[in-house]
């Protein structure tokens, strides 16, 4: 099938990372216009062209630090003016963090938090506007296993991508309660191939096969994941095919959480 995302007018942040840049090329080949928005302006402008060349007409791109609220009315008023409306919000961008907590500094604790954590309620806050404007609508938030499960030396992410989770689900009931058709959900990836794994990678000497089958071991499926594997989930959550579809969480786990 193709045209799932056909007339949806997409908003990717940290667009220009691992995960980011296989939605911006699936959601176009899907028929979607993306805006693509990252802290790195020089790659995410590289990534609008790579997918116009692929797809003419269907990106456009912004420098962006999603901790910036201001940053954040203009940007998604800009995206909006130039694609002729905003459906579709993928909260994205974000950075792992490990740190036991007794070495927890207060410092990276809040950085976390910010670009993690506040910067989806920010994007939500401003995109809801333009989304209730260009209904059905979709906000998509990028959490991880790491907001369902806790590990050791993952406080910080923990509690970042927990808040993620919950939060979603209360932007999902307010707009229902509203009557308006925007829906919210978020996703739950495990380990997935991006540079987000580079830590991994440096603790197993720069091995990254080594590191990738040690991140493996765990998996059901007995294997990482793949950036289109997560890819495939916001193209079905931003289409309306996921039309009765709020509140919910979607895992792209190969099986690790239910065990
Ligand atoms: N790859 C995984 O294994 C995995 C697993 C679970 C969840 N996730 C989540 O998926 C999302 C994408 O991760 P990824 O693997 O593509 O990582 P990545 O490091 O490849 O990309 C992250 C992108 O976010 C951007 N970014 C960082 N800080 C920013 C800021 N303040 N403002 C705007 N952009 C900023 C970076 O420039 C980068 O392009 C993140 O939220 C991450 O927590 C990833």
Redesign the pocket.
């Known amino acids: 099938m193709s045209g799932r995302l056909q007339g949806k007018k997409a908003l990717i ?9 296989a939605m911006a090329h699936m959601m176009a080949r899907e028929g979607a216009m993306v805006a693509l ?4 302006e020089a ?2 402008e590289a990534l609008a062209k790579a997918v116009n060349d692929a797809h003419p007409g269907r990106a456009l791109s912004f420098p ?5 609220e201001a940053r954040w009315a203009e940007v998604v008023g800009q995206a909006a003016e130039a694609m002729g409306g905003l459906s579709v919000l993928v ?6 963090a490990m740190a036991r907590v007794e070495d927890q500094s207060l410092e990276e604790w809040r950085r976390v938090m ?3 954590l506040d ?1 989806v309620m920010l994007g939500c806050k401003h995109a809801l506007p333009h989304l209730k404007a260009s209904q059905p609508a979709s906000i998509v938030n ?5 907001g369902l499960a806790a590990a050791p030396g993952l406080g910080a ?1 923990n509690a970042a ?1 927990a808040g993620v989770w919950l939060f979603t689900k209360a932007v999902a009931l307010e707009c229902a309660k509203d009557g308006v058709d925007v829906r919210a959900n978020s ?12 830590p991994f990678v440096a603790m197993a000497g720069g091995d990254e096969t080594t590191a990738h089958q040690k991140l493996s071991r765990g998996i059901p499926l007995g294997r ?2 793949e ?1 289109d594997d ?1 890819a495939y989930a916001v193209v079905y959550l931003a289409s309306d095919e996921s039309r009765f579809v709020t509140g919910a969480e979607l895992k792209i786990d190969g099986g690790l959480t239910a065990q």
Not at 91 to 96: L, V
Not at 187 to 198: A, G, M
């Open positions: 942040t940290g667009a220009a990372g691992g995960l980011g840049r928005t990252d802290l790195d790659a995410v962006h630090d999603v901790t910036d909260n994205n961008a974000g950075i792992g910010a670009i993690d910067s990028i959490s991880s296993i790491a992410y991508k996703v739950h990836p495990c380990f997935i191939r991006t540079p987000i794994l580079d990482i994941g950036p997560v």
